[in-house]
């Protein structure tokens, strides 16, 4: 199901001076290029000095338009983009309007609170129904009987969230109706609120980093304790009917949802958190906790309230390859060469070779080449209805040309099916189709820098750690990977993508944020050694610093006895607002360190530069010759006969915010020696070959001849 068209209310159209200029015809495709040069090329075409300010690289647009003035393109582009048109000198720049932005925000807001409201209304129901063993009882003989296979057991009383808590497993038994209360005790607007990667901890016994729980703490251990001894008879009597292989022990819940014994909870927590999720996505969950006086959590529940899936809800009906699918609309052969070459050139380099690729694949500081299909797709959109077009699409619209493939040739179909998945129509009754994506705030935050991602893919080898971190300081997207960068970093990098790996997963990093946003002196003393504290940073730092503790992704707390060292040590679970009740203490040290160990490489699949070694596949080789079949169905595991020694440089930041914890980040620098010997399997030193024969050990001796994962 998709979600409901965004009600937005178009701003007027800006008054723009009687410049007689503006007035003259203009005929015009400029294809999804950043606002910077849409207004370039639009000034261009016209022969007027037009410019975009630098803060609109990060925006895309689309023009089509045949004998249009001048000034109604203007007008309509900034109607479109949120933004305004000032004079500047004998031309025009483009900026971003405050006032339209801000309109725009108020609105997806009051969208996001509607939603919330309704999830609400089912916690309600869930948390004012009866509450009987029967009845309960009845409910879990039906899950049972749902269960495919059932891998958890009859006791399984923890159930991943979904967007609807009535769906939810969890959300009928005691922590489920707890949780429903607790969110029904605090304001609405305060989920609604939340941006990305934000979490709120409210709590019943609140430090200064948290907010009051308005719920008292006897009354609820009443109700809770009720529950749950319905809970325990209605498990009793479940289990007597079960098969005797998943009886329990009639004394209680899956140790999972209930521990047992008596518990006199102390305090209940409830936090807030707005996750980041892949293809710019975000989903609000809800973690509610009892916790006993010594901080110790013995109960725990989570749920969704709200989640942006408009895009992946949109995604679930492509099941088929893009390159092969039929194109149900005008597209040029350069638009789907393109969308080609992004799945195909990992595995074929000769995609590589095509002059398109130099010229156009690896400037999207240009022209956006992936969200080539997207502007025909659009285009014919207008052109099948006689309309003029404006358009802008944010970085996940490159999936609007893929899903436009099998979009119906009927006009009126397809519009809806864009309008159902992607885009507010916008269009007014004078000729124009005008669309803007839907949750245009947000997409807009998650957008990334075209000129910084130019510069990005266009740079030769593996990436250094201070490549990497000035790039994540200026990729201005928000926490998350988008669709648009991934698709280039994997993709199009003019380098093998397994290069890139090792990094890529670091981008949303606060810590590579902060250490990006150095200047060069400042970075190369801090990733030499030199500490930096809290209190010395500036006020962009400090924020970093913060989002890096409290924020979704910084929940990598470590404890050790010994500032500084570099061993991996243990994760602590403690709750951060509890650890540090008054906010990070101006003695909080922000350190790099350094851990250097040897490293085997192999050839790289074209041969032209050398990987990390595939320990995999080399098992593979040595296993096969004691079990042949091994290889029967191996054909993509070619042997690797050539070995080259080099080194990997790992930097851990370390922010330390107590005496003996700190948050941590780490990175992997992979080096390969100029003039490093080239050696056999049979030359490479036995504590490099370890795991390699290790893992091969088990190819032989493994049944299936796969091997057994540890979990590590």
Same mark, same amino acid.
């Given at each position: ?33 950043? *606002? ?8 261009? #075409? ?14 895309? !647009? ?6 249009? $003035? ?42 996001? =609170? ?7 209304? #089912? ?53 489920? $109706? ?10 609405? %607007? ?7 990667? +934000? ?18 703490? #006897? ?67 809800? *973690? ?25 809800? &949109? ?72 309309? /003029? ?63 910084? *991602? ?47 790996? &090792? ?17 060069? !002196? ?12 809290? %209190? %010395? ?28 060292? /570099? ?11 509890? =650890? ?28 032209? &530069? ?6 995999? &596949? ?50 992997? +620098? ?43």
């Amino acid at each position: 199901m998709f979600i409901a068209t965004l009600a937005l209310v178009v701003a007027g159209f800006q008054n723009l001076p009687a410049d007689e200029r503006l007035d003259a015809k203009l005929t015009a495709r400029i294809d999804a290029s950043s *606002l910077q040069q849409v207004a370039h090329v639009l000034g261009k #075409k016209a022969g007027l000095n037009l410019s975009g300010d630098d803060r609109l690289a990060s925006q895309v !647009a689309i023009v089509d338009v045949h004998e249009a $003035r001048l000034r109604d393109v203007m007008d309509r582009l900034a109607t479109v983009t949120d933004t305004e048109w000032v004079k500047n000198g004998d031309g025009y720049l483009l900026r971003q309007s405050a006032p339209k932005r801000q309109e725009r925000a108020q609105a997806e807001y009051a969208l996001r =609170l509607s939603q919330i409201q309704k999830a609400l209304d #089912k916690y309600r129901e869930i948390a004012s129904q009866g509450y009987q063993a029967t009845n309960l009882a009845n409910y879990i003989r039906e899950q049972n009987r749902q269960q495919q296979n059932g891998d958890q057991g009859m006791g399984r009383f923890m159930e991943a969230p979904t967007a609807d808590p009535s769906k939810e497993y969890g959300a009928f038994l005691p922590t489920g $109706r707890a949780l429903a209360r607790a969110l029904l005790s605090i304001d609405p %607007s305060v989920p609604a609120s939340l941006t990305s990667d +934000q979490r709120i901890v409210f709590s019943t016994n609140p430090t200064k980093m948290q907010r009051s729980l308005p719920i008292d703490v #006897k009354k609820e251990a009443a109700s809770f304790a009720a529950d749950l001894a319905v809970a325990r008879e209605a498990y009793k009597t479940v289990s007597k009917d079960a098969p005797a292989g998943e009886r329990g022990d009639g004394e209680g819940m899956d140790e999972a949802a209930d521990p047992g014994g008596d518990f006199a909870p102390a305090r209940f927590r409830l936090v807030l958190s707005r996750t980041p999720q892949f293809f710019g996505s975000d989903t609000i969950t809800a *973690l509610w906790s009892a916790l006993e006086k010594d901080g110790n959590e013995v109960y725990q529940q989570q749920s969704t309230l709200w989640t942006d899936s408009f895009l992946s809800q &949109s995604m679930l009906g492509i099941d088929f390859d893009p390159t092969e699918a039929p194109v149900q609309f005008d597209a040029r052969p350069d638009s789907i060469w393109h969308i080609k070459a992004l799945m195909g050139v990992m595995r074929d380099e000769n995609y590589k070779k095509d002059p398109r690729f130099n010229t156009i694949m690896l400037h999207p500081d240009a022209v956006e080449p992936l969200s080539l299909l997207t502007s025909d797709l659009l285009a014919d959109v207008a052109k099948k209805g006689g309309l /003029n077009l404006i358009a802008e699409l944010s970085d996940d619209d490159i999936i609007a040309g893929i899903v436009g493939m099998t979009l119906d040739k009927d006009l009126t179909r397809a519009r809806e099916k864009l309008e159902s998945t992607l885009f507010d129509d916008l269009s007014q009754n004078d000729g124009w189709l005008m669309m803007r994506p839907k949750f245009a705030a947000s997409r807009r935050s998650s957008q990334v820098n075209r000129k910084a *991602l130019g510069t990005m893919i266009r740079s030769v080898g593996t990436p250094s750690l201070s490549e990497l971190a000035r790039y994540a300081s200026d990729r201005g997207v928000g926490p998350q990977m988008n669709l648009i960068e991934l698709a280039y970093l994997l993709g199009v990098r003019s380098d093998s993508a397994g290069s890139f790996m &090792s990094g890529l997963d670091t981008l949303d990093s606060p810590a590579l944020k902060f250490i990006g946003g150095l200047d060069n !002196a400042g970075m190369s003393a801090f990733l030499a050694g030199v500490p930096r504290t809290y %209190s %010395s940073m500036t006020p962009s730092q400090k924020s970093l610093m913060d989002e890096f503790v409290y924020g979704c992704a910084g929940q990598n707390l470590r404890s050790s006895d010994a500032p500084g060292e /570099n061993e991996v040590d243990p994760e602590v679970s403690e709750e951060v607002t509890d =650890l540090l009740p008054n906010g990070i203490p101006a003695g909080g040290t922000a350190r790099m360190i350094h851990q250097d160990r040897p490293t085997l490489f192999q050839p790289s699949p074209d041969g032209k &530069s050398w990987m990390p070694v595939d320990q995999y &596949s080399v098992a593979l080789q040595i296993a096969a010759k004691t079990r042949p079949e091994l290889l029967k169905d191996a054909q993509q595991f070619k042997p690797v006969t050539q070995f080259r020694i080099g080194g990997t440089r790992g930097y851990i930041f370390q922010f330390w915010v107590t005496a003996k914890t700190y948050y941590s980040w780490s990175f992997d +620098q992979r080096v390969m020696p100029e003039g490093s010997s080239t050696l056999t399997y049979d030359q490479v030193p036995a504590e490099l070959k370890r795991s390699i024969e290790d893992l091969a050990r088990q190819l032989v001796t493994t049944p299936s001849g796969g091997y057994e994962d540890d979990g590590g």
